[in-house]
């Protein structure tokens, strides 16, 4: 499974943001799809996580600051956020678990992308 995003780059302070990741390959039906963000100096951290079913997960330090949303018939999934901040700068990683098949457990990551949001 590999997992591309894409989206990211410069914004200014109160823009908007729509990350796009697209995981190809043999992802089990049953399974999940998160971003992750690492700030400068900080730990990488959950923004928000969707299953095949469509339930969603949001730390409560994320929950109504970001969305996540994913098309089931390809594996995308989405993150968007409006308002800006330039403390939202980091890179955003894309990331999988399936709960299925021989490989459960499994994750899988993305390369991340960069997002600057600048004052």
């Known amino acids: 499974v590999q997992l591309q995003a894409s989206g990211g780059g410069l914004v200014q302070a109160g823009g908007s943001l729509r990350l796009v990741c697209t995981a190809s390959?043999?992802?089990?039906?049953?399974?999940?799809l998160s971003w992750y963000r690492q700030a400068p100096g900080k730990r990488r951290e959950l923004i928000a996580r969707?299953?095949?079913?469509?339930?969603?997960e949001y730390p409560r330090s994320m929950r109504d600051r970001f969305t996540i949303s994913r098309d089931y018939g390809s594996n995308t999934v989405y993150l968007q956020r409006s308002s800006l901040k330039p403390e939202d700068t980091g890179v955003y990683y894309c990331?999988?678990?399936?709960?299925?098949?021989?490989?459960?457990?499994?994750?899988?990551w993305g390369k991340g992308t960069q997002v600057t949001v600048s004052s």
């Open positions: 990331h999988a678990v399936q709960f299925g098949g021989k490989d459960y457990g499994m994750e899988f």
């Open positions: 390959g043999s992802l089990f039906s049953e399974n999940a």
């Open positions: 969707i299953t095949n079913s469509g339930s969603t």
